[in-house]
């Protein structure tokens, strides 16, 4: 399977705890997006990776939340000091440099005790 | 500020029957993208079908067509011949092309489908 795949699939942690996730993305995807989805609520946009670079942040993202993309191909996504708000299924998506959809992955779902 | 809009919150259609998912959105950009997108109860988000603001023709993929009506700010999902495996949320979701990655995406609406 060559789409978009994260790691772990669901983390429950306690509050306080640090967490970090991964993602893949499509191996020909230079785009890179993470993205908090709350229950009953569409997806929200945190985060955005061309190659390496992180162009984009939402204002969601606050300083315990960082993430990066190193080699311009998989991405982490750490949260510091985890509260119990921060539960959510965290997404994680891609896109070719001339496509304009964004390919998802499982997401990650976050419980903080 | 974008906005999108879904005010279905759930929707029921009968087996073989065609449905329609609303969507309006707010934008001053001229240069802007529409999606619409599935989740299953397993949580992927699945992309169905893109139209873009300056496409002339509604797009369609297989049984989706998306009904583009600019002046309204509307962009209808349209399924049709639903199938029991169509119960899903969908979500409609916006980019403006010229400034900005995110994209925005409404709360959703539950569709299930009756056998």
């Known amino acids: 399977d060559t789409g978009v795949s994260q790691d772990p699939r669901h983390k429950i942690t306690k509050r306080g705890q640090n967490v970090t996730f991964r993602c893949d993305p499509i191996s020909e995807h230079n785009r890179l997006y993470w993205y908090r989805q709350t229950l009953g609520q569409g997806p929200e946009f945190l985060t955005y990776?061309?190659?390496?670079?992180?162009?984009?942040k939402s204002r969601l993202l606050s300083d315990r939340f960082s993430a990066e993309r190193p080699k311009g191909s998989f991405s982490t996504l750490e949260i510091q000091r985890t509260e119990q708000g921060d539960s959510a299924m965290y997404l994680c998506?891609?896109?070719?440099?001339?496509?304009?959809?964004?390919?998802f992955g499982p997401g990650t779902r976050l419980t903080v005790l | 500020a974008q906005k999108i809009t879904q005010t279905q919150p759930g929707m029921f259609v009968q087996e073989k029957e065609a449905v329609t998912l609303d969507c309006t959105y707010d934008t001053s950009d001229q240069s802007y993208g529409l999606f619409w997108y599935k989740q299953p109860s397993s949580g992927e988000m699945i992309f169905l079908i893109y139209q873009g603001s300056y496409d002339e023709q509604n797009a369609t993929e297989g049984r989706y067509s998306l009904n583009f009506q600019k002046a309204r700010k509307s962009a209808n999902l349209v399924i049709s011949a639903s199938q029991l495996g169509d119960s899903a949320m969908y979500f409609c979701a916006m980019r403006e092309l010229d400034n900005n990655n995110d994209m925005r995406f409404g709360a959703g609406t539950r569709l299930t489908v009756k056998p």
């Open positions: 998506a891609s896109s070719s440099a001339r496509g304009n959809e964004q390919f």
């Open positions: 990776f061309q190659n390496e670079a992180q162009l984009e």
